[in-house]
Nanobody, 120 residues
């Protein structure tokens, strides 16, 4: 069984920074892409950033150079460094691990989410 766990959310003032972390736990052989998504109240879930096992990175346009995603394949962990935060970044941030291979099974997994609130 695989579990994806996020951490690092919280309350931050506009212009501030926050770092989110996500780790996939279990008897994992390999993981494909690992992604950050977010969902604000009343809005659809949207992709924030994605990183492959080869460190190929994609960002949503609204990131605009403010966020940086990184990955440690040995620890099955990704991080999201968020700078210059604005109130519109307020959302629940979810981590996704795609094409997770364990012994005899492959699947996609999501974490429970971590709340990020940007407010003065």
């Amino acid at each position: 069984q695989v579990q994806v766990v996020e951490s690092g959310g919280g309350l931050v003032q506009p212009g501030g920074s926050l770092t989110l972390s996500c780790t996939a736990f279990g008897r994992i052989v390999s993981i494909g892409d690992m992604d950050w998504y977010r969902q604000a109240p009343g809005e659809q879930r949207e992709m924030v950033a994605s990183i492959s096992s080869r460190a190929e990175i994609k960002y949503a346009d609204f990131v605009k150079g403010r966020f940086t995603i990184s990955r440690d394949n040995f620890k099955n962990t990704i991080s999201l460094q968020m700078n210059s935060l604005v109130p519109e970044d307020t959302a629940v941030y979810y981590c996704s691990a795609q094409r997770v291979k364990t012994w005899g099974y492959e699947g996609d997994y999501w974490g429970q989410g971590t709340q990020v609130t940007v407010s003065s």
